[in-house]
């Protein structure tokens, strides 16, 4: 099943636990209280009651799993070697290495090595995603003018 990664290691889950997480992600769904809450163990002598949010995002990690993909554990606080930082953003390392050179992402230095704190790498991505949709939109609003003429 997914675990949390340091290693950020990336592996697809069998399709052992897909049909696992698939039956979870359901069962999770439907012993969601009406507040969002997850009760386990109702009418027991240990019950436990898991947060709103908490059981959201059970389910949605479940979901990923159950559609076969990868799922990977990255604390906000966490500084990312470049391969990571790379594969976080679906890039090759030396592209990433570019970004760094140009300041576009701040990264500290440890000794001959680079890190890049997670926060950093999520406002790039943040940045980049919103660049390419404002870009999308500016394409999509030049090809109705094209085809009104």
């Known amino acids: 099943m997914a675990k949390a990664a340091t290693d950020l290691t990336h592996r697809l889950p069998t399709s052992d636990e897909v049909r696992s997480a698939n039956d979870a992600a359901i069962a999770l769904a439907r012993a969601k209280s009406r ?8 009418g027991s002598s240990e019950q436990l009651r898991l947060a709103p949010a908490i059981s959201e995002l059970l389910v949605d990690i ?3 799993i159950a559609r076969g993909e990868m ?5 906000v606080g966490s500084m ?8 976080l953003l679906n890039v090759s390392r030396p ?3 570019g970004l760094l050179k140009n300041g576009e992402i701040p990264f500290v230095p440890i000794g001959s ?17 919103s660049s390419r949709e404002t870009a999308l939109d500016e394409l999509a609003r030049l090809g109705q003018e094209f085809d009104a003429s």
């Open 62 to 64: 479940l979901g990923h």
């Open 35 to 42: 507040d969002g809450a997850l009760i386990l163990g109702e």
């Open 71 to 75: 799922v990977t554990f990255v604390p």
């Open 95 to 97: 592209y990433l290495s």
């Open 113 to 129: 090595h680079r890190r890049v704190k997670f926060e950093d790498l999520i406002a790039y991505k943040n940045r980049r995603d």
């Open 80 to 87: 990312l070697t470049t391969q990571q930082a790379a594969d």
